[in-house]
């Protein structure tokens, strides 16, 4: 354990409500939070010790803008905590050659898991029926909508990324069949490709919404897509909110014209299109699909392994890609 | 064969029903007032008794119709059937087995990521408005967790294979050891709780199993474990199981099944850690149209003197 002057400093980046939760970090670095000195504004505290600064921690999604950075001239290392992180200006990070780093693999299962379940979920009803015995319905009404198995079902994975693999691995026991679309086609992988997510989603009844949020990426599910999925398709997405035009999706559901959703994010979060709130073929969800207390240990050791790495110039755990 | 007399015990399903009208003579005995004067005045019409999980023909209804010939339940477990009876009495007995099996076990995985992520309860807090951007829970992860499962018969089976793909260990407990099988067997229900997070109830229901899970099996899983039932409400001693998750002594339960159905004990209403379900385990559309052509298939082998697809008895 290095004594606290050796101790390389870390910022720490955070929206208020985010609570820092990597307890055993401030053991191997020396944190510096701006929110715990609240005499100074953010501003004036980072220019005080932007020199030092070589490491910031980004929690959460924390949106980390191209101002932030520009307070920061001695910044090399973006250490992310999240999956995906379109919270961060990446253009200006590859510009100024500052390395990002992400949650690495921490999240991947918990992720598909949470697939899996609001899958289930949908295609069974288990939220909406689970209501219905709490309101006390069932010895009056006894007749529930019934659901539909996953056996035979056609999964389509968008992004077939740590957490789209997980999920495939883990439907495919269900009897699920398995094809997805990405940027490229993934060598050694055997499920069928499609080059564009509207050949998927013809060819699909449901599709798993589990990639990264980018320029492209943006609104991929439009109403082309949810056309070419169906009445009785359902969407999963755990990716970002605006991976999907929200608007769209909630036209389609209140139609009738896609089979259902099972929501972790939103485009304009914490807010939900009130349309939604009533449909029992929906299932919504706080953007939790990765949160749990085993994740955020293991998340916790890929934070610490890049920051002591980035300190002693090995190579890191989980670095991202700049395009 | 519009003329045999096909008794109906209960309301289970709406094709089903429609497709009995059509080729037997139905009677629907949920409909009628007096039982006792109806049987009287059928007993030399009803040849064919169609059952399910919730009323099937116990003694008394089979003394009651002395031209039985068969009873076909619409599930897999006869529990609401006496097949010891039917036996001594000649009556066949049909189910229908391997066609819910996936169902029931997709909905068991379904109640574990269920209960251990939150699902529902999650469903409700954001619904009633409640999301504020920071406020959450941590929860519980399921890949990697020990599922223990007693019975491993075809819906056991299904759970394992399932769990398998989420990294969870698998431990069991059934009459005797299985051969040939990877998973650890565990002589004893209580032995089997102490070494797993997730107990799931797979097996029949019979005098044996009845209260398969008592005080002292919820006290071995403990205040981190799950229990998950889709097997019958009968396995389970409910009233243990409720003060267990009203005290703390159990992380939590999904229930498909109740020792009452429809009533469900109202304490369970007020509890996040608890999933409920109204016995749905083969409640999907394909399923249920699946068994009740397997229930329509027995009859019509068996008035037709063909082999029955899926005999019990």
Redesign the interface.
């Known amino acids: 354990m290095p004594t606290e002057e050796e101790r390389p400093v870390v910022l720490i980046h955070r929206i208020p409500s985010l609570k820092q939760p990597l307890a055993s970090l401030s053991e191997r670095f020396t944190l510096l939070d701006p929110l715990l000195h609240s005499a100074d504004s953010t501003h004036s505290f980072l220019s005080r010790h932007a020199s030092s600064v070589r490491a910031i921690l980004c929690l959460g999604p924390s949106p980390l803008t191209s101002d932030t950075l520009s307070l920061l001239p001695a910044l090399e290392i973006v250490v992310g905590s999240t999956a995906g992180i379109d919270h961060v200006d990446l253009q200006e990070c590859r510009r100024r050659g500052i390395l990002v780093t992400n949650a690495g693999n921490a999240f991947s299962e918990d992720g598909a898991d949470y697939v899996v379940g609001l899958l289930v979920d949908v295609l069974r009803r288990v939220s909406s029926i689970d209501r219905f015995v709490r309101n006390g319905l069932w010895p009056d009404h006894g007749a529930y909508p019934l659901g539909s198995t996953l056996g035979g079902k056609r999964v389509g994975i968008v992004g077939l990324g740590s957490i789209g693999s997980e999920v495939a691995k883990r439907l495919v026991p269900f009897g699920c069949s398995i094809a997805y679309t990405s940027r490229k086609k993934k060598p050694g992988v055997s499920y069928p490709f499609y080059a564009n997510v509207s050949g998927l989603a013809a060819d699909s009844d449901v599709l798993i919404v589990c990639c990264a949020l980018t320029e492209e990426t943006h609104h991929m599910i439009n109403k082309d897509v949810m056309t070419a999925l169906g009445k009785e398709g359902v969407i999963i997405n755990v990716g970002r909110g605006a991976l999907i035009d929200e608007k769209e999706l909630v036209h389609f559901l209140v139609r009738g014209e896609l089979g259902g959703a099972g929501l972790d994010v939103f485009e304009d979060e914490p807010h939900v299109p009130k349309e939604l709130l009533t449909l029992d073929n929906v299932v919504l969800s706080p953007h939790i699909a990765v949160l749990t207390a085993e994740s955020f240990a293991a998340l916790e050791q890929v934070v610490i392994g890049n920051l002591e790495a980035f300190f002693s110039n090995k190579p890191l755990l989980s670095p991202v890609k700049l395009e | 064969m519009e003329s045999i007399g096909v008794l109906m015990a209960c309301?289970m399903n709406t094709y089903l029903e429609q497709e009995l009208e059509r080729r037997f003579n139905l009677f629907k005995f949920w409909t009628v007032s007096d039982k006792t004067q109806f049987l009287k005045a059928q007993q030399n019409n009803i040849r064919a008794v169609v059952g399910n999980a919730t009323a099937g023909a116990d003694a008394e209804l089979i003394d009651a119709l002395p031209k039985l010939e068969i009873v076909s339940s619409f599930s897999v477990g006869l529990d609401k059937v006496d097949v010891a009876k039917c036996k001594e009495k000649g009556v066949r007995v049909t189910n229908t087995p391997d066609v819910l099996t996936?169902?029931v076990a997709?909905?068991a995985?379904?109640?574990m990521?269920?209960v251990l992520?939150r699902?529902?309860e999650?469903?409700?807090?954001?619904?009633s408005?409640k999301?504020?951007?920071?406020?959450?829970?941590?929860?519980?992860?399921?890949?990697?967790k020990t599922v223990g499962i007693i019975g491993l018969g075809r819906i056991g089976m299904a759970v394992a294979?399932?769990a398998?793909?989420?990294?969870c260990p698998i431990n069991y407990y059934s009459r005797t050891e299985k051969p040939n099988l990877k998973y650890k067997y565990y002589p004893s229900v209580v032995e089997l709780a102490s070494n797993c997070h997730i107990l799931v109830v797979a097996c029949p229901l019979t005098e044996e199993t009845r209260h398969i899970i008592n005080r002292e099996v919820i006290d071995a899983l403990g205040p981190k474990g799950v229990l998950i039932n889709i097997g019958r409400g009968p396995h389970v001693d409910e009233r243990e199981l409720l003060s267990a998750l009203v005290e703390g002594r159990l992380g939590g339960a999904g229930l498909d099944v109740f020792e009452n159905?429809?009533?469900?004990p109202?304490e369970l209403?007020g509890l996040e850690n608890v999933?409920?379900?109204?016995h749905?385990g083969s409640?999907?559309?394909?399923?249920?149209k699946t068994m009740a052509d397997l229930v329509l298939g027995n009859l019509e082998a068996h008035f037709l003197n063909k082999p029955l697809l899926t005999p019990v008895v």
């Open positions: 309301p996936d169902d997709d909905l995985i379904g109640l990521l269920a992520r699902l529902c999650s469903d409700r807090y954001v619904r408005g999301w504020k951007k920071g406020d959450y829970k941590l929860t519980t992860k399921f890949t990697g294979k399932r398998e793909a989420f990294s159905e429809p009533h469900v109202e209403f999933v409920l379900m109204p749905v409640g999907t559309v394909e399923t249920r």
